[in-house]
């Protein structure tokens, strides 16, 4: 990166990242070295930000509600689900965030449990970049980067069927983005797909979330994978602190081997979902 961009903005310090920590209870768990991790992410995301698309977001402390505490907040919703019904035990597991962007949520999970390893799938070059100076800056040593498209990324032998989890975050319908996911889900895993409503329209929205979940049925069946949970009752949602309100998580159970014409071409899920 150019010197001049790294002058524009002052480093978010850890002090920062703590306080926020105060108001956002995921982050506050998170261990000081963990905290470290996390300013030097935000950092990275916000320097690298001014030179290519990677968020709408521009303050750090927008970054800590809206992003950071958004995707810790999939981490419960992980492992109760994991634990209740793939195994007992939560460590080691290998986790693929598919159409990772900027890293959002798996930077942030790799951060959260070191012990985890996890997959950025990404189709980007540009972005592939950043993720690969996040994890060498970072020093997540269990993270790696894969740049491909999940549709071609999920019929190769070294992926297919490889994960016990795959998450993504704001990055389809879900139609077409079971079809990006499950195949790379092992049987007795899960899919995790975070979708978010604004509080404004919080009926409107909803009701659009019941409505693709209900679309989304036939795929998420032809994939070998039924739906276990969709997390969005006051007790259970996946709590978010950003300006954008709480997100909704749809968990799914994959039981049955993916038939091997899936995923489809490149394109053509998302040209013609199931």
């Known amino acids: ?15 920062f990242v703590a306080n926020s920590a105060r108001d956002t209870p995921l982050v506050s768990s998170l261990s000081g070295a963990q905290k470290e991790q996390v300013s030097l992410y935000v950092d990275a995301l916000l320097e690298w930000n001014q030179r290519m698309n990677l968020t709408a977001v521009t303050e750090p402390s927008g970054v800590m509600k809206r992003h950071v505490e958004d995707s810790l907040a999939i981490l419960p919703v992980i492992q109760n689900d994991y634990a209740a019904h793939c195994s007992t035990a939560n460590d080691g597991l290998n986790v693929v965030d598919v159409g990772s962007g900027a890293g959002l ?142 997100r909704t998580a749809l968990v799914c159970l994959k039981q049955h081997p993916t038939p091997s014409k899936y995923p489809r071409q490149p394109g053509v899920p998302a040209k013609m979902p199931l």
Request: proline share 6%; hydrophobic share 45%; glycine share 6%.
């Open 1 to 15: 990166m150019p010197s001049t961009l790294r002058k524009t903005r002052p480093p978010t310090s850890l002090s």
């Open 105 to 246: 949520p798996g930077v942030v999970l790799a951060i959260a449990c070191p012990d985890w390893k996890v997959t950025l799938l990404e189709s980007m070059h540009k972005r592939c970049v950043f993720l690969e100076h996040v994890v060498k800056h970072l020093d997540l040593s269990n993270v790696q980067v894969v740049r491909g498209r999940a549709e071609s990324i999920g019929q190769t032998i070294d992926f297919r069927e490889a994960f016990d989890v795959a998450v993504a975050r704001a990055v389809a319908e879900l139609r077409i983005l079971a079809e990006y996911c499950i195949p790379l889900v092992r049987v007795g895993g899960l899919f995790v797909a975070a979708k978010g409503y604004n509080p404004q329209v919080h009926i409107v929205q909803f009701d659009h979330v019941l409505e693709e979940v209900e679309t989304a049925k036939k795929a998420i069946r032809l994939m070998g994978s039924s739906i276990l949970h969709l997390h969005s009752d006051p007790l259970s949602t996946v709590q978010s602190e950003g300006p954008y309100g709480q």
